[in-house]
């Protein structure tokens, strides 16, 4: 069967920290003071404290040998399951390489350019940055158009319903909004003119859309081309953007099938208007559950505050021109979309160990955030059941961060790691024409990172 799924702490801080403010709180409410009824009211416990006790990393870790690190991975790089390797791993703090293997040959990185993705947003926008969608009056008596922005989170899903993205906007409330402004609507278009180029990237399987991968990438969508609004696993429309209009029209109570798309601009009187979730909160969920729709959105973000057409070729280009002036090697990139998904995509292990070394590493502040966005070892996102079995023996749960990236005979990683001298590293692994374990044996490659004790 054809599988093609594409998939520095953890967040227990910020739980204590919250556990430790409602019992604060809880202590200064009763005070130990009897309650209304006259029954005394037990003293709250102490705060609650992380055991053991959380710290940050020290500057002054010893560092990893290359030869140590060498031969540490040496039984699990033995697996033949991982098939052609390319690898790097840098001292996150020096950027000194300390270990390599076909570092610089490119191969299918799958989901792992997403983390090209996520790097150029935070170069180029706010992290508070929002798409918004707005429904113009044009001079046509009775006609209503939804203009697409490229916010695939827009929901279909009725109020009071949950969507599928945190803070996404919502049809009914356009629709509310159009009531409200006294237009009669016959008839509802959609204008699309936002993006250009071809919908479906070269290297994507049609097969894709029914699979809940991937739907064609129009300027208007809901829920992310999903038939199913809070269903991640959703088959996918190959016609989203008539179908975000079609949401809109079923929602002002006029002829869902008489709904038009136009792919010039139209222009009118905005008579409505919502705006997506910030950007940060987007990153979060592109990068965690690795949706491809989302990134190729977010890319012609980049694409248009840059001046480049919003079209896969213009998105491209924007991204890498943006990595390559913030001085991360783009030597062997061939891209033809910013999700990863194409089996015609190839980057080299360093290119991706160069993007998470400069989140990590101390001159580029701007994009530390893609280190929060990333997925947590046996914790969150595509990696919540990674790591975490026998397989492993659980070691870097908790400890290891990284973008995934699965197609066909493909696995990838790259993210960062905290050995087990407290040494903070950055890793880039891409394995492809893998054998049938061979998530298994990449994970054991990454996994060795954080079990080493290489550093003297």
């Known amino acids: 069967m054809r599988w093609r799924r594409s998939a520095h702490l953890l967040t227990v801080t910020a739980v204590m920290a919250a556990v430790a403010a409602v019992l604060a709180v809880a202590a200064l409410v009763t005070g130990g003071q009897p309650a209304i009824s006259g029954t005394a009211v037990a003293a709250a416990p102490p705060p609650a404290t992380a055991d053991p006790p959380l710290a940050a990393v020290s500057d002054s870790a010893p560092t990893p040998t290359a030869a140590g690190l060498a031969a540490a991975l040496a039984p699990a790089l033995a697996n033949r399951d991982l098939g052609r390797l390319g690898g790097r791993v840098t001292d996150a703090l020096t950027g000194r390489q300390l270990w390599e293997q076909g570092s610089t040959i490119p191969l299918q990185p799958a989901s792992t350019n997403k983390l090209l993705t996520a790097t150029a947003a935070l170069l180029t926008l706010n992290l508070d940055s929002r798409v918004t969608t707005t429904v113009l009056a044009p001079d046509q008596p009775g006609v209503v158009v939804l203009v697409g922005a490229g916010d695939p989170t827009l929901s279909s899903a ?15 409330d356009l629709a509310d909004q159009v009531r409200r402004s006294g237009v009669s609507v016959a008839s509802v278009q959609v204008d699309t003119s936002a993006f250009t180029g071809p919908s479906m990237a070269p290297g994507w399987d049609p097969a894709d859309i029914q699979g809940g ?22 088959v996918r429309s190959s016609t989203p953007a008539l179908d975000a209009g079609r949401a809109l029209a079923a929602a002002l109570g006029v002829n869902p099938q008489a709904v038009s798309v136009v792919s010039t601009a139209v222009t009118g009187r905005q008579i409505a208007s919502v705006q997506s979730a910030p950007l940060i909160e987007r990153l979060l969920e592109m990068m965690n559950v ?11 973000e980049v694409a248009d505050a840059t001046n480049h057409p919003r079209s896969f070729p213009g998105a491209v280009e924007a991204v890498t021109d943006l990595l390559a002036a913030a001085k991360i090697d783009t030597t062997g990139a061939t891209l033809v979309d910013s999700s990863g998904l194409s089996v015609i995509d190839r980057l080299t292990a360093t290119t991706l ?40 023996d659980g070691a870097a749960a908790g400890w290891l961060r990284a973008k995934t990236g699965s197609l066909t005979g493909t696995n990838a990683l790259a993210g960062v790691v905290t050995d087990a001298g407290g040494r903070v590293l950055t890793f880039a692994l891409l394995s492809n024409n893998a054998g049938p374990t061979g998530r298994n044996a990449i994970d054991d490659v990454a996994a060795t990172l954080r079990s080493c004790g290489c550093g003297s």
């Open 213 to 234: 991968d991937i739907a064609p990438v129009e300027a208007a969508m809901v829920d992310a081309g999903r038939a199913l609004p809070a269903t991640p696993d959703s």
């Open 158 to 172: 009725p109020p009071g319903q949950d969507t599928l993205y945190r803070g996404a906007a919502r049809i009914s």
């Open 353 to 392: 160990d160069d993007v998470v070394g400069a989140a990590a590493g101390p001159d580029q502040p701007r994009l530390r955030p893609l280190l929060d966005v990333l997925p947590v070892a046996g914790g969150s996102g595509t990696l919540s059941n990674r790591y975490v079995d026998l397989h492993t």
């Open 290 to 300: 690795s949706d491809n729709v989302m990134a190729e959105c977010i890319a012609r």
